[in-house]
């Protein structure tokens, strides 16, 4: 796999996993009182976390986009 996510884009990438995973530990919250989307942010974050750690989008790759 060649790395096709550049520097700013992984960065932006691990913040908004970090907030995702961590807004559904946030108690009051009432945007994600449903179930359903806690467990969509928890796995949309987890998406984000791991393609930031590995440098690769592999929706990028569909699109034809490289660094």
Known sequence: ????I????RLFRAILALV???IVFVPGLLLFGSLA?????????????M???????PV???LGLYV
């Open 1 to 4: 796999m060649h790395p096709n």
């Open 6 to 9: 550049g520097p700013a884009d």
């Open 20 to 22: 995702l995973i961590a």
């Open 37 to 49: 989307l806690q467990a969509n942010a928890i796995v949309t974050g987890l998406v984000l976390l």
């Open 51 to 57: 393609t930031a750690l590995v440098r690769f989008c």
């Open 60 to 62: 990028y790759r569909l």
